[in-house]
């Protein structure tokens, strides 16, 4: 996914809503299609409630968060109250950003596809093994074009 801008100041809600969008909309066709319901809000930071919930030291260690039920819990027999949700909390995501250096949308993105990752029911080891695995690939391609 390319870059929407380069930002050299702190994008607004608005603007970091512009990227998860985005970056939604540049999931394979086949995954998206079983996210189309869950909603993407971006928020300065998680509310109080979660942050307690959560034992967070600072509201800085969370840049995202699914709430809701993931598709291998998912019942037909039991009533959904709620919509499946995905945060973006902007602020910690800038915090990263900014000791990082990282490129903006590329961190959203990857923020955003982690969530993506616990409403198919993946656990954070889940996922470090799968990017994991993909940084093997990766490197292996780089090691095979390199050779030419």
């Not at 909603?39 to 809701?68: C, K, N």
Request: hydrophobic fraction near 40%; include cysteine; charge should be negative.
């Amino acid at each position: 996914m390319q870059s929407l801008r380069r930002f050299t100041s702190a994008p607004t809600l608005g603007e970091l809503e512009t990227i998860a969008e985005k970056a939604a909309a540049g999931i394979p066709a086949e995954l998206r299609n079983h996210v189309r319901n869950v909603l993407i809000r971006v928020e300065d930071f998680p509310d109080e409630e979660t942050v307690q919930e959560m034992e967070l030291e600072s509201p800085f260690d969370l840049l995202g968060l699914y709430q809701g039920i993931g598709m291998p819990w998912q019942s037909v027999t039991q009533p959904r109250l709620e919509p499946d949700m995905i945060f973006l909390y902007r602020r910690p995501i800038l915090d990263y950003w900014c000791e990082t250096g990282e490129d903006l949308t590329h961190l959203v993105r990857h923020v955003l596809i982690h969530e993506i990752g616990h409403h198919f029911g993946f656990s954070d080891a889940d996922m470090e093994a799968l990017e994991a695995a993909a940084g093997e690939a990766d490197a292996q391609d780089y090691t095979s074009v390199s050779k030419f």
